[in-house]
Structures are given as structure tokens and as C-alpha cells.
């Protein structure tokens, strides 16, 4: 990876099976950040739609959410999409599958966190779910964007952003505790 211009922007995708929740929400979450990066999400099965609590809650927050959906991440394994510099997966099933060839050889590391999605309740109980999941996510896009990424050669970069995604679910934030 070529780090060595400090205003460069590094592109880094989110990846989620459906890419309608946690990928959704780690993209807002690192373009809301701005600075060095540019956050895009994509799927392995896109559900076609962005989970509206997912949406409802960005919007709350005053996230941003133009462009957002759900999308195939064969959109980004072609010559002339973006070439991204990190990959995250941020779901299980999406960790386990083979994922396309990326031009430019990116980074890659899991950051698996349970799906709000699958929380059950009312409106609040769900929100509450979806927010412990965002901002889980947050923490690891904050420890992320604080790496002196210029600084630090490929292999310790990549061993850094691996831990960033080793880092424990606090019980507070754990969206299945919501329920």
C-alpha cells in the first residue's frame, strides 16, 4: 500500500452478507468521521434494500445517508470502480466466504458483530439495537482512524486493524443485550 502522501484518501469498504444493517451503518458512521477516508459498503447476497431501522436511526442521528443501498460487491471488483485500500467484513457469513479478487490488493480484516437485525421487539427496543451496533462500530472506526496509517508499514498496518476487530463487545453495547 502507498501511504507515503499524507493528505491521500484511503478507501474502505464495509462488507455484510445482505448489506441492508451493520455494513450500512459502518459506512455512514466512517464518512460522518470524513477526514483521510471514504467508506463504501457492499454485499455478498444484497438484500436490495437498506433495513429501514438502520436507516430511521442514521437519520435521527443526523448521519449521512444519501446514496446509501444495497448492493452487490461485484460492483467493486471491476476495473473502473474505486480501488479500496482496506476491507472489513462486519458479519459472519460474509467473513467465511470467498470474497472476489480485489484490484490492488487491500487490507483485509473481520469486524464481526452481532446483526440488530435480528432483535425482536418494539420500536425502541429494536432502535436500542441498532444504536448498540453503531456505535460498537464506531469504536473500532475511531481506533481505526487514529492508526498513523502513513506511518506504518503494510504488515504491522494489517496486524493492527486485525486486533481493532479482536477488541471485546462491551455487555452495554452488545445488541442482543437490548432485548
Not at 39 to 50: F, K, L, M, N, Q
Amino acid at each position: 500500500m502507498s501511504t507515503d502522501t499524507p493528505d491521500r484518501v484511503f478507501n474502505v469498504l464495509f462488507l455484510c452478507t445482505g448489506n441492508s444493517a451493520r455494513s450500512i451503518l459502518a459506512e455512514s458512521a466512517l464518512n460522518m468521521r470524513g477526514g483521510a477516508f471514504r467508506a463504501y459498503s457492499a454485499g455478498s447476497h444484497p438484500r436490495g434494500e437498506v433495513n429501514p431501522d438502520a436507516l430511521a436511526l442514521l437519520q435521527k442521528l443526523h448521519y449521512p445517508t444519501e446514496g446509501l443501498r444495497s448492493k452487490s460487491w461485484d460492483e467493486f471488483s471491476t476495473p473502473d470502480a474505486p480501488q479500496m485500500d482496506f476491507v472489513f467484513t462486519v458479519c459472519g457469513d460474509a467473513a467465511d466466504e470467498v470474497c472476489p479478487v480485489w484490484p490492488g490488493h487491500p487490507i483485509t480484516a473481520h469486524w464481526g458483530i452481532a446483526d440488530p437485525s435480528h432483535v425482536e421487539g418494539t420500536d425502541i427496543v429494536r432502535e436500542r439495537a441498532f444504536m448498540a451496533a453503531l456505535r460498537h462500530l464506531e469504536s473500532w472506526i475511531a481506533l481505526f482512524t487514529a492508526l498513523p496509517i502513513h506511518k506504518l508499514e503494510t504488515a504491522t498496518l494489517s496486524a493492527k486493524v486485525r486486533e481493532i476487530g479482536q477488541t471485546p463487545v462491551p455487555a452495554a453495547t452488545n445488541p442482543e443485550d437490548a432485548q
